[in-house]
């Protein structure tokens, strides 16, 4: 099925013209109980509001976004930070990877990191850095695509809901 997938990197215009279908995303995500930033009630408009302030950080070249269409709908994000301090230009930041819950299952995630992998090498950067719940999902996708693990931080972040997780943290030289 991942045949069917197109992933593409959304220039400033593309992130206002797909606020929705990003925020679409963003707001299952949360709605699933992720721990992606955000506790609940979330709202869509809340949603949208995230991705206004992202398209700020793309037109300003510090921030890529990605996104996948399957069958012409966005079922899926991540973001790469390009904008750390000065000491550390080699460097960027995987974040909000992110698939909606119809779209799961199907190698979406992994197209999603191949791709900001390959995007974070185009502009330069040789060292990845992401963090992520510990026990889900997406901690064994990134060990398949070859990052690796630090550690665990515990009682790190919150669930939607309140309740405490814990965080691994990986790395991963490009
Ligand atoms: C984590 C997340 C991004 C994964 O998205 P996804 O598109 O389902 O990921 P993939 O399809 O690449 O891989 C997920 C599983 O499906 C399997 N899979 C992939 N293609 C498949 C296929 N065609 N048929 C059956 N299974 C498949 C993978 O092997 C993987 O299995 P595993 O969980 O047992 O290791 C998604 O669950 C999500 O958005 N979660 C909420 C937000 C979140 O936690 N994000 C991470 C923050 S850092």
Not at 31 to 58: D, I
Request: charged fraction near 25%.
């Amino acid at each position: 099925m991942t045949e069917q997938v197109e992933i593409r990197r959304l220039g400033v215009a593309e992130v206002h013209a797909q606020l929705d279908g990003l925020a679409g995303v963003l707001f299952d995500c949360v709605a699933g109980g992720a721990s992606v930033s955000y506790l609940a009630p979330f709202s869509h408009e809340h949603a949208r509001s995230v991705f206004e302030a992202v398209a700020a950080e793309v037109e300003q070249g510090r921030r890529l976004v990605l996104a996948a269409f399957a069958g012409g709908d966005l079922v899926g994000t991540v973001q790469v930070i390009l904008a750390l301090p000065p000491n550390q230009p080699h460097r960027a930041e995987i974040a909000k990877l992110l698939v909606h819950r119809s779209g799961r299952r199907r190698g979406i995630a992994q197209l999603l990191m191949e791709r900001a992998e390959a995007e974070a090498r185009t502009e330069g950067k040789t060292l990845l850095v992401l963090d992520t719940v510990t026990g889900e999902g997406a901690e064994r996708l990134y060990e398949r695509l070859g990052w690796n693990r630090v550690g665990v931080i515990p009682g790190y972040a919150l669930y939607p809901d309140g309740r405490p997780c814990d965080t691994t943290v990986f790395w991963k030289a490009l």
